[in-house]
């Protein structure tokens, strides 16, 4: 696709539950980041991806959040247990390569009950 | 630790006037990138324009254009000539480059409303 795609774009779960937010970046970008969007706390970097080196998992909140990306295309952010302060929209980006802007998806709003 | 401010969490305009929306930011670098990304209620990032701290020139993007302040650590959005569809939330974000990781650092956001 144009465009970095994101799935599913609403997902409500109950508390406890593994949930599974997929991201395709746009074909072609080397680097891939998440980022989380709340209230409370503005826009927040999780997680980044570039090529085959070692993701930068520094911005992940506690171990209950994990990420994949498998041949160095699609992610996975999984988040395990969910808690309600988990609720808030999960942006992916991709970018072409080093100092290349950042191109978003449209994001999936999670909702703990 | 890098820090983003912007001190301005509302503002409006008037269609076809101009406006400008503040960023500070605190960094002991001195190569980095500069953005200021648009996010209308669509929800999606969108890319307004980008800063290399090393070019001392201000970028453009048609309407868009930066007033870039190295020393004074100041990088504000102008916007002329504005537009319904220009309604949306504004997001100041640094850039560090960091042994390879290239995270973006972002603001609190203005609220950008533009009036008919």
């Known amino acids: 696709g144009a465009g970095v795609s994101q799935s599913p774009s609403n997902k409500v779960t109950e508390k406890g539950k593994d949930v599974e937010l997929r991201c395709d970046p746009i074909?072609?970008?080397?680097?891939l980041y998440w980022y989380r969007q709340s209230l409370g706390q503005g826009l927040e970097f999780l997680i980044y991806?570039?090529?085959?080196?070692?993701?930068?998992k520094s911005g992940l909140p506690s171990d209950r959040f994990s990420a994949e990306r498998t041949g160095g295309s699609v992610s996975t952010l999984t988040i395990q247990r969910t808690q309600q302060e988990d609720s808030a929209v999960y942006l992916c980006?991709?970018?072409?390569?080093?100092?290349?802007?950042?191109?978003f998806g449209d994001g999936t709003r999670l909702s703990i009950l | 630790a890098q820090t983003v401010t912007q001190s301005q969490p509302e503002m409006s305009v008037q269609e076809a006037e101009t406006v400008t929306l503040s960023c500070t930011y605190d960094?002991?670098?001195?190569?980095?990138?500069l953005f200021w990304y648009k996010q209308p209620p669509s929800r999606q990032m969108i890319l307004v324009i980008r800063?290399?701290?090393?070019?001392?020139q201000n970028a453009t993007e048609n309407r868009f254009s930066v007033n870039f302040q190295k020393a004074a650590k100041s990088f504000s959005l102008k916007i002329s000539d504005s537009q319904l569809g220009d309604t949306a939330m504004y997001f100041c974000?640094?850039?560090?480059?960091?042994?390879?990781?290239?995270?973006?650092?972002f603001g609190k956001g203005t609220k950008l409303t533009v009036n008919p």
């Open positions: 960094t002991s670098e001195s190569n980095y990138y």
């Open positions: 991806f570039q090529g085959n080196s070692a993701p930068d």
């Open positions: 974000a640094f850039m560090r480059v960091q042994g390879g990781s290239e995270k973006l650092v």
């Open positions: 074909s072609g970008h080397t680097a």
């Open positions: 980006a991709s970018s072409l390569r080093w100092g290349q802007p950042q191109h």
């Open positions: 800063q290399e701290a090393y070019k001392q």
